[in-house]
């Protein structure tokens, strides 16, 4: 992809992933999908061509690379696995995120080198502390300080990964009193703290993530699982989320990327009344649009990508990001089915699946209702970088 935010290094790394995961992801995706679980040794494979931990610190076996080359890897990752696999790698790397940024020296040492080099895999429970969302709800989970340990009670839903993490990074409670910012983010160990899967939960797309619901009935951890300070969770996540958002953008890019290059090869292909359907204008017009709408969006997730990666607070541009590429990829899969005619509602025709994945963007890691107030929150009470554009016309 020709962007100005991709240097020459970016461009030969893009066609490296490519060309790997074409290989190595591939001819695996129908089987991951129907096994509702990528392998372990998966991570392993990635973890060796040195995709995982693209961005974390050297000294804990990442590569210190910039974001944008992480990023470059994720809108491949979502191009080749769409979206059950780019979801469980995503969010074994939105936890290592949230560890190289905040974990203790002991965590680093023992969890994250050990995502990085696949031995682990890890995954994130947030949900049930919904972005945007200041109400504590009764089923929240809650993590009671016991002497040195804390003793956690409640439920987690919808995790990815869930059964098959060696670790957990998860919030909890350990204040009420003082909502969102008495909650704390902890590291579980998944067998070793007992925590039990509820039901294994059967979805429309993103099979090849395994999604479960937890339950921690008096899980026991020790306080050195906490995850930075008590009671910060909400501030990590707050910094954490423009990144993760951007992420799920380009996951979306990438599964639009393949819906479109899918469909303009069965256009070339299949014929109708004596020639190829791409002749037809109704299908030109109908592809452009996708090309347009999926340009768009890229252009405003390397606009937040741009800024994160000189360090500047991006909250509005990746909300944005994600909320537009999660609605985008919906319509472009959409098309995709369309001009495939029959074909496209077969199960032995890929673009279905690309459609199902897409379903899920505008919803999964916030829903493009609650981005839109978000950002329109941004808009009333302006932005914290004082020279986003935005903030002209307030
Ligand atoms: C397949 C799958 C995998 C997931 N994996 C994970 C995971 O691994 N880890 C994790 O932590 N979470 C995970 N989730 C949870 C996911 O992030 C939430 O489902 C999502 O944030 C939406 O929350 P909800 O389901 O509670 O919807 P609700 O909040 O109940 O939303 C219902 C409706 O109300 C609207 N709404 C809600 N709040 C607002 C608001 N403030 N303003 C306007 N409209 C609003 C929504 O847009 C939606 O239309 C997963 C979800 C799915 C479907």
Do not use: C, P
């Given at each position: 992809m020709s962007h100005w935010i991709f240097t020459e290094e970016h461009k030969m790394f893009r066609k490296s992933v490519q060309k790997y995961l074409e290989k190595e992801l591939s001819p695996y995706v129908e089987e991951w999908e129907k096994a509702g679980r990528i392998p372990g040794s998966f991570y392993e494979q990635l973890s060796k061509m040195g995709y995982i931990g693209i961005s974390s610190p050297e000294e804990y076996g990442?590569?210190?690379?910039?974001?944008?080359?992480e990023a470059v890897f994720l809108e491949e990752l979502g191009k080749y696995g769409t979206g059950g696999i780019a979801a469980s790698?995503?969010?074994?790397?939105?936890?290592?995120?949230?560890?190289?940024?905040?974990?203790?020296?002991?965590?680093k040492r023992n969890d994250l080198s050990k995502a990085i080099s696949g031995e682990k895999i890890a995954t994130l429970a947030l949900h049930e502390l919904a972005v945007g969302s200041k109400e504590l709800k009764d089923t929240e989970l809650r993590a009671v300080q016991d002497g040195d340990d804390y003793l956690l009670n409640g439920k987690k839903k919808f995790v990815i990964n869930g059964g098959s993490s060696d670790f957990i990074c998860v919030t909890a409670i350990t204040d009420p009193s003082k909502g969102l910012d008495g909650?704390?983010?902890?590291?579980?160990?998944?067998?070793?703290?007992?925590?039990?899967?509820?039901?294994?939960?059967?979805?429309?797309?993103?099979?090849?993530?395994?999604t479960v619901d937890l339950s921690f009935n008096n899980v026991k951890v020790s306080k050195d699982a906490v995850v930075g300070e008590v009671n910060e969770a909400n501030s990590y996540l707050e910094k954490s989320t423009q990144w993760f958002q951007v992420i799920q953008a380009l996951l979306s890019i990438g599964v639009a990327e393949k819906s479109l290059e899918d469909t303009i090869r069965y256009s070339k292909e299949r014929k109708q009344f004596g020639k190829t359907i791409n002749h037809f204008q109704v299908l030109q017009h109908k592809m452009a649009d996708m090309a347009v709408e999926l340009e768009k969006s890229r252009n405003l997730t390397y606009r937040a990508l741009y800024l994160l990666n000189e360090g500047e607070d991006a909250a509005v541009e990746s909300a944005?990001?994600?909320?537009?590429?999660?609605?985008?990829?919906?319509?472009?899969?959409?098309?995709?089915?369309?001009?495939?005619g029959g074909m496209g509602y077969m199960m032995e025709t890929p673009v279905q699946r690309y459609w199902r994945d897409a379903r899920g963007m505008s919803i999964i890691g916030g829903t493009t209702e609650q981005l839109h107030g978000m950002i329109s929150k941004f808009l009333e009470t302006g932005p914290a970088r004082k020279d986003a554009e935005y903030s002209k016309s307030l």
């Open positions: 990442g590569n210190h690379a910039d974001l944008v080359t790698i995503s969010y074994h790397l939105m936890s290592l995120a949230l560890l190289s940024s905040f974990g203790s020296e002991e965590q909650t704390s983010l902890f590291i579980i160990d998944r067998e070793s703290s007992h925590v039990t899967i509820d039901r294994k939960i059967k979805k429309l797309g993103w099979r090849a993530s395994e944005m990001a994600k909320a537009f590429a999660g609605e985008m990829v919906k319509q472009v899969a959409d098309s995709a089915v369309q001009i495939h």
